[in-house]
T-cell receptor
Framework: NAGVTQTPKFQVLKTGQSMTLQCAQD?????MSWYRQDPGMGLRLIHY???????DQGEVPNGYNVSRSTTEDFPLRLLSAAPSQTSVYFC?????????????FGDGTRLSIL | KNQVEQSPQSLIILEGKNCTLQ??????????LRWYKQDTGRGPVSLTI?????NTKSNGRYTATLDADTKQSSLHITASQLSDSASYIC??????????FGAGTRLAVHP
């Protein structure tokens, strides 16, 4: 199993551009989520999904959209990139949303907004 | 406010030595506490999870302790190896399954 796969690994954007960060998992997990990791701070939840067709906002959702059309894929869209969105983005999945199950993280997308 | 504070921010030790990382939290209600290891350029990987009724949990050379009364946890690494060089993240689950992440401790093990 590949686990959680994120693409691209690195990306540089100009302010105002849009792009989609891809996330796919092959473990048939129902719960998927997106986090951003900034220096000196803990991971912060952007959006999450408890199953195909169901998404909800996390702690820092502004400027991001998500959709979940299949169990496997959970893309994150930046609508109009801003320098404040420079960060490392992690996608994670777990069998369900219950916290007693560990989340499996991808290796991240390092995004720079100029 | 729900917070997770980790100390120290960074730590350098020599290979073969032991070390202890600290995690203090103010999360309420409390569901569980998990330690993750994050290698440079990789995503976090779960090491241990403890509920409020568990005092200690081991995973190889990693031993986590939890004092739910004082709201403190520690991660002890025994006989450190170069491969232990990583960031260690403490995560507390509060109400509604909300995860609160600490900022992590960056550990460097030198030969």
């Amino acid at each position: 199993n590949a686990g959680v796969t994120q693409t691209p690994k690195f990306q540089v954007l100009k302010t105002g551009q849009s792009m989609t960060l891809q996330c796919a998992q092959d473990m048939n997990h129902e719960y998927m989520s997106w986090y951003r990791q900034d220096p000196g701070m803990g991971l912060r939840l952007i959006h999450y999904s408890v199953g195909a067709g169901i998404t909800d906002q996390g702690e820092v959702p502004n400027g991001y959209n998500v959709s979940r059309s299949t169990t496997e894929d959970f893309p994150l869209r930046l609508l109009s990139a801003a320098p404040s969105q420079t960060s490392v983005y992690f996608c994670a999945s777990s069998p369900t949303g219950y916290s007693n199950q560990p989340q499996h993280f991808g290796d991240g997308t390092r995004l720079s907004i100029l | 406010k729900n917070q997770v504070e980790q100390s120290p921010q960074s730590l350098i030790i020599l290979e073969g030595k032991n070390c202890t990382l600290q995690c203090n939290y103010t999360v309420s209600p409390f569901s569980n506490l998990r330690w993750y290891k994050q290698d440079t350029g990789r995503g976090p990987v779960s090491l241990t999870i403890m509920t409020f009724s568990e005092n200690t949990k081991s995973n190889g050379r990693y031993t986590a302790t939890l004092d739910a009364d004082t709201k403190q946890s520690s991660l002890h690494i025994t006989a450190s190896q170069l491969s232990d060089s990583a960031s260690y993240i403490c995560v507390v689950t509060g109400g509604y399954n909300k995860l609160i992440f600490g900022a992590g401790t960056r550990l460097a093990v030198h030969p």
